[in-house]
Nanobody
Framework: QVQLVESGGGLVQAGGSLRLSCVAS????????MGWYRRAPRKQRELVAA???????NYADSVKGRFTISRDNAKNTVLLQMNSLKPEDTAVYYC???????????????WGQGTQVTVSS
């Protein structure tokens, strides 16, 4: 069993900051990539930011310069520092991990339960 548990969401005023944290636990052999997605009301889920085991990062254009993703490989943890938040950042944020449970299993996608981020204007 693998679990991804997110924390750190909440309500913040525009211009404020929040930090999301996600910890992966359970039967994990290796994690190749971790990332954050979000789903806003009446919109499709979109990639916010991702980071691989080597530290390469990828960001949605809408968050570049405001959000920073980081990772602690030893703790199977990924963080998302969100600064200069805007009302349009309001969404449920989901943690994602591509990981293997054994040395010879393929990478599978795992998801957290989601955490609400609400930015008021």
């Amino acid at each position: 069993q693998v679990q991804l548990v997110e924390s750190g969401g909440g309500l913040v005023q525009a211009g404020g900051s929040l930090r999301l944290s996600c910890v992966a636990s359970g039967s994990i052999f290796s994690i190749s990539a971790m990332g954050w997605y979000r789903r806003a009301p009446r919109k499709q889920r979109e990639l916010v930011a991702a980071i691989n085991s080597g530290g390469w990062t990828n960001y949605a254009d809408s968050v570049k310069g405001r959000f920073t993703i980081s990772r602690d490989n030893a703790k199977n943890t990924v963080l998302l520092q969100m600064n200069s938040l805007k009302p349009e950042d309001t969404a449920v944020y989901y943690c994602n991990a591509d990981l293997r449970t054994t040395w010879n299993s393929g990478d599978l996608d795992y998801w957290g339960q989601g955490t609400q981020v609400t930015v008021s204007s």
